[in-house]
């Protein structure tokens, strides 16, 4: 006689929530936005489609929870990594704690980088870690005598670095991510301890 199987515990509305979250977060990873649908993400979390209907709206309304989650937690990551140090730790860190998002979220990653829906909340995110970075280069420059006011052109250059070099990593994976992080940031920082006051463009030279 086999014993009589255990009730399911019944998830609270906030628990629920957030299994939901990670698993469209998976399914869009695994799928696409375009591929997923509602009914694979209730199978995949074992409920009907009504209850993600009743938390969520619909399929884009998770897939806004899932990116607005992703997001929410790298800029907080990356704000506490370059609050304090001196400015060549902050770089490093900032670098670092990005290319361990990639490699510790994995599927929130694919969605923010590869699913074009997240493309317009991807880049507001990156220019508010570039507008972050930007401040600690314009301290910088401005101990040092340089014009700070273009601060965010290497800003934006550090991030895109980063950011592509992530992607790279994602696929390869070949190396630890602090000894790529360590890299990026000897690469920005040795470049900028060298940086002309008024750089110019570089012409052929005359034979």
Do not use: C, N
């Amino acid at each position: 006689m086999t014993a009589p199987s255990k009730p399911r515990r019944r998830l609270s509305a906030a628990d629920r929530r957030s299994q939901l979250i990670d698993v469209g977060r998976q399914t869009f990873a695994d799928l696409g936005y375009e591929a997923a649908t509602v009914e694979e993400i209730a199978r995949r979390a074992g409920i009907t489609k009504p209850i993600i209907y009743g938390h969520f709206g619909g399929k884009d309304g998770l897939y806004s929870a899932v990116v607005e989650q992703e997001t929410t937690y790298i800029l907080e990551a990356i704000s506490g990594a370059i609050s304090t140090g001196p400015p060549r730790e902050r770089v490093q860190a900032a670098a670092l704690r990005f290319l361990e998002y990639v490699r510790d979220h994995r599927a929130g990653f694919t969605v923010l980088a590869r699913d074009s829906p997240a493309h317009r909340q991807y880049a507001s995110m990156l220019a508010e870690i570039a507008a972050l970075v930007g401040e600690v280069f314009a301290d910088e420059f401005g101990r040092a005598g340089y014009d700070s006011s273009v601060a965010p052109i290497y800003a934006q250059a550090l991030i895109g670095m980063v950011t592509y070099v992530g992607q790279w990593w994602d696929e390869d994976r070949s190396r630890p991510v602090e000894e790529v992080g360590s890299h990026l940031a000897a690469l920005a920082w040795m470049g900028l301890r060298h940086l002309p006051r008024t750089p110019s463009r570089v012409t052929p030279s005359e034979t």
